[in-house]
């Protein structure tokens, strides 16, 4: 059986995701930066149908979506942190809070990055601190108490919003706005300063400026 | 102590279809709780506060949302009869993908083929959707059902779209037996089990209620 792969690329919130799972694991894995704009053989052959990273490829067996593969790591390697609760309700709750940060936040996420008028963007942001209000809310009822939404440590929820940090601190400086507020906000305020600086996420996140640059030339 | 189980949902949804499926592969006796979208009730507002929308599945008091959230629910809180997720890994990974590419594509393909006002529109919904089944009928391959020799997960998730094939097929202009007979013949393996048919409802009852839709809602015709 090869080596652990993973396909990512740098600035992508989802490529980091298996990578922070792998690391929490301690799982030891060849990482492939990808360049998006001239994808390789190996990206195409394992992801043919969406042609986008993350792949995790185990041996020669490629698994996508950046999601499917955070289950697959906490059911393939069960020694270690659980990224999901045991309790089938705990998980369910846990999958929700996940699904809305895939489908809801990140279009206002979105929005933010690709608005061109003045109303575009006021609509993104109030989008965004809306979202954030809630999961202001949704941490307090997931994380029972703990530091996190999984709660003593990172769970799946933790990953797949905390992937996200990066590109929120780019669009406070960006858009001069603060998004992540001590008055609105303060739980998430601190959940994020502990998410970036845990062990298995800190060598991964990308930093905000460097994003911008990125955002410059891909966006803007 | 008895469960008791309650489902928010709309009859035509096929969203709620998936969990209808799977509480009917299991067996488990629930109540059902038909909902008008447009005059929700205080229960459903207060069960699924963030979306608003059915399926929710209310269990001992507990709501949970989203319809494949709910049926891998249903699949955790009741493992048997019926197990819809293999229990190999690589295979529930497999399961999964194949789950989320139905729920990205086939209800928005399907919705742009009926609710576009511009044939172009519809052209490119049509060749999405043409992509989409092409991808599905490959997964399927020669296997009796997307879980093997028992439905699955994507069994679950895909088949209600079959209650709004008739949907597709007219504003569409073409007939998914013709395009895709694989698809059909698994349909038509699925409506074999009792519990299958017990589940979904008539698809010519779902036609009527779209074209009624289209004329009212969207100024269609």
Known sequence: ???????????????????????????????????LRAKSDLLLKSNPVHKKVPVLLDGDRPICESLVILQYIDEQWTSGPSILPSDPYDRAIARFWAAYVEDKFFSALSGMLKAQSEEAKAEALGQTKEGLELLEKALKDCGKGGAFYGGEGIGYVDITFGSYLGWVRALEIMGEVKLLDEEKTPGLVGWAERFCSHEAVKNVM???EKLI???????L | MADEVTLLDFWASPFGMRVRLALSLKGISYSYQEQDLRNKTPLLLKSNPVHKKIPVLI?????????????????EAWPTPSPLLPTDPYDRAR?????????KKVYDCGRRLWASKSEGDRDIAKAEFFECFKLLESELGERRFFGGEELGLVDV??????TWFRVYEEFGGFRVGDEFPKVMEWVERCLEVEKVREALVDPGKVYEFVVQMRRKVFGLD
Do not use: C
């Open chain 1, 213 to 219: 640059e990125y955002a410059k030339k891909v966006f």
């Open chain 2, 59 to 75: 269990h001992n008091g507990n709501p949970i949302s989203e319809s494949l959230i709910i049926v891998q629910y249903i699949d």
């Open chain 2, 95 to 103: 399961a999964r993908f194949w789950a989320d590419l139905v729920d």
């Open chain 2, 157 to 162: 998730g895909f088949l209600p779209f079959w």
């Open chain 1, 206 to 208: 990308p930093e905000a």
């Open chain 1, 1 to 35: 059986m090869g080596k652990l792969k993973v396909i990512g690329m740098w600035a992508s919130p989802f490529a980091i995701r298996p990578r922070i799972a792998l690391t929490l694991k301690s799982i030891d894995y060849e990482y492939f930066e990808e360049n």
